[in-house]
C-alpha cells in the first residue's frame, strides 16, 4: 500500500456516458499527478496540480476534466469518452519543495483505474 | 527536449544470474532519476533514486543503478535474480528545475526463468 488510494479499480462506460475518477492520498503531499498508460506507450502525463492550482495541462483532450479541490483529492471527470481512451489510468502525488531546484521527491503511485470504453 | 529511453522492450534472465536493464536519459540541467517496477495490473512501486552523491546507489528487493553522467545513463542491477522479479521496469527522470514533471521511459518487461 503506497498511501495512493484509486477508485474504482476497473471501470467500464459508453462512449455516451460520464463517470469519474478518484484519487486520494495520505501522504500529506502538495502535488497530484493523473497519467494514462496504454500498451506498448510511455507513460503520458496529463494533469499536474500543486497546492489545488493546475501547473500542468498536456495538450489533453476537453473530454477529459480534472477536479481538485484539496490538496488531498484528484478527480477526474470523463465525458463522451472514445475507445482510444480507453487504458489503466494512475494519479500519483509528491511532495514538492518548490522552485529552488530541490524536486527530488519521488511520485506515489495508486493501483491505477482500468477503463475501458464501449 | 527531456526525455527517456530504455532500448530493450524485453530482457531475459534465468534465475541467479545477474541482471542489468538499461536507461539512457536527456535532461537540461542535473538530473534527479528514478526506477519503478510495475507488476500486472497494478501501479507503479518505488525501486530507487539518484539524487546527488554515490553514483551506485541501492534500493529495494536487492536492486541498485549505476548512474554514469558522461554517458548519460542509470542502469539497474541485480546481482542474482529472482523469478518474482519478473515485471515491467520503467525508468524516470525529473528535471532539477522543473520539479512538476516526471519524464518516464516506455518500460522494460523482465522475464526471470526458473
Known amino acids: 500500500e503506497t498511501g495512493v488510494t484509486q477508485t474504482p479499480r476497473h471501470l467500464v462506460m459508453g462512449m455516451t456516458n460520464k463517470k469519474s475518477l478518484k484519487c486520494e492520498q495520505h501522504?500529506?503531499?502538495?502535488?497530484m499527478y493523473w497519467y494514462k498508460q496504454s500498451a506498448k506507450k510511455p507513460l503520458e502525463l496529463m494533469f499536474v496540480?500543486?497546492?489545488?492550482?493546475?501547473?500542468e495541462n498536456n495538450s489533453v483532450p476537453s473530454r477529459f476534466s480534472p477536479e481538485c479541490p484539496n490538496s488531498s483529492h484528484l478527480f477526474l471527470h470523463l465525458h463522451t469518452l472514445q475507445p482510444e481512451d480507453s487504458a489503466l489510468y494512475l494519479c500519483?502525488?509528491?511532495?514538492?519543495?518548490?522552485?529552488?531546484?530541490?524536486?527530488?521527491?519521488?511520485?506515489?503511485f495508486g493501483q491505477g483505474t482500468r477503463l475501458t470504453v464501449v | 527536449a527531456q526525455s527517456v529511453a530504455q532500448p530493450e522492450d524485453q530482457v531475459n534472465v534465468a534465475e541467479g544470474n545477474p541482471l542489468t536493464v538499461k536507461c539512457t536519459y536527456s535532461v537540461s540541467g542535473n538530473p534527479y532519476l528514478f526506477w519503478y517496477v510495475q507488476y500486472p495490473n497494478r501501479g507503479l512501486q518505488f525501486l530507487l533514486k539518484y539524487i546527488t552523491g554515490d553514483n551506485l546507489v541501492k534500493g529495494s528487493y536487492g536492486f541498485e543503478a549505476e548512474f554514469n553522467k558522461s554517458q548519460t545513463s542509470f542502469h539497474l542491477k541485480k546481482p542474482s535474480a529472482l523469478v518474482s522479479d519478473s515485471a515491467l521496469y520503467f525508468c524516470a527522470v525529473r528535471p532539477q528545475y522543473n520539479f512538476n514533471k516526471f519524464y518516464f521511459g516506455s518500460g522494460t518487461k523482465l522475464n526471470v526463468k526458473p
Open positions: 496540480y500543486n497546492f489545488k492550482e493546475q501547473t
Open positions: 500519483a502525488s509528491s511532495q514538492d519543495r518548490g522552485s529552488a531546484g530541490l524536486g527530488g521527491t519521488e511520485a506515489f
Open positions: 501522504l500529506g503531499h502538495n502535488a
